[in-house]
C-alpha cells in the first residue's frame, strides 16, 4: 500500500484557543474574539503508518486564524514528539501536515503557510476530567471538563468543523495557556477547550 492509504492513529486529543465556551467556529461562525488562536495535542496511544509503530508518541500544532475559520489563510506550526526516530519523523509530518489524507487533509486544507515543522519534548497528560499539554520552552496548557446539568462532562456530537469527528468532545474550560516562540505570543484563561479520544485513518 502507499502512503495515501496505510496509516492508522488511535488516541487521545485536547485543544484550547481564544474563543469564549463554545466556540462558535465548530458552528461555521467566526471567532468570538475576532480571530482564533488554537493549540491541539494529540496523544497517539495505537499507531502506525506503512509498518512504521508511531504508538506512544506526542504531536502538537498551533493555529492562527485571522478571520472566520471556514475562510482559510491559517498560520501553522508543527511540533513532533523528539523521541521519533527518522522515519517516524516522516511518518508523523505526512500525516498531521495533510498529505497522507484522511481528517488531518480536510483541516490542513483550511491552511495557507505551515511556519515550521519542529521537534520538541513533548509531554501529554491525561486526567478523568483535566487534560495537560507541555511542549518544551514554548507551551503550557492546562484544561479542565465542564459538568453538565445530568452530572458528567457536557459533549458536543458531529458539528460542522471539529478536529476529531470519530468521537464526542467533552466541552471544557482552559485553567491557561502560555504560548510562545518565534512565530505567537499568546496567554490565556477561562477560555474554550475540548477533548475526546480520536481515531484517524485515510
Not at 469564549?20 to 467566526?30: F, Q
Not at 501529554?124 to 507541555?134: A, F, I, K, V
Not at 465542564?146 to 457536557?154: L, M
Not at 516562540?181 to 474554550?192: T, V
Request: charged content about 15%; overall charge negative; glycine content about 10%.
Amino acid at each position: 500500500m502507499n502512503g495515501q492509504t496505510d496509516w492508522h492513529l488511535a488516541g487521545e486529543y485536547f485543544e484550547t484557543c481564544n474563543c469564549s465556551t463554545v466556540c462558535p467556529c465548530i458552528w461555521l461562525k467566526p471567532p468570538s474574539e475576532g480571530e482564533c488562536k488554537l493549540l491541539v495535542g494529540w496523544h497517539i496511544t495505537q499507531g502506525y503508518k506503512e509498518g512504521i509503530s508511531l504508538s506512544g508518541l506526542n504531536v502538537a500544532l498551533a493555529c492562527y486564524a485571522p478571520g472566520n475559520m471556514i475562510d482559510g489563510n491559517w498560520l501553522a506550526v508543527l511540533y513532533l514528539d523528539q523521541r521519533v526516530n527518522p522515519d517516524q519523523w516522516i511518518a508523523l509530518e505526512q500525516i498531521f501536515s495533510g498529505q497522507a489524507g484522511g481528517h488531518p487533509a480536510l483541516l490542513m486544507g483550511f491552511v495557507s503557510k505551515v511556519l515550521g515543522v519542529h521537534l520538541a519534548r513533548i509531554d501529554y497528560q491525561l486526567g478523568e476530567r483535566t487534560r495537560r499539554l507541555s511542549i518544551e520552552k514554548v507551551a503550557t496548557a492546562e484544561v479542565e471538563g465542564i459538568e453538565g446539568i445530568r452530572g458528567g462532562v457536557s459533549t458536543i456530537d458531529n458539528p460542522p468543523l471539529c478536529v476529531v469527528p470519530s468521537h464526542p468532545s467533552a466541552v471544557a474550560r482552559s485553567q491557561r495557556l502560555i504560548y510562545r516562540d518565534q512565530y505567537f505570543q499568546w496567554e490565556f484563561s477561562d477560555r474554550n477547550s475540548f477533548y475526546s479520544p480520536f481515531v484517524y485513518h485515510p
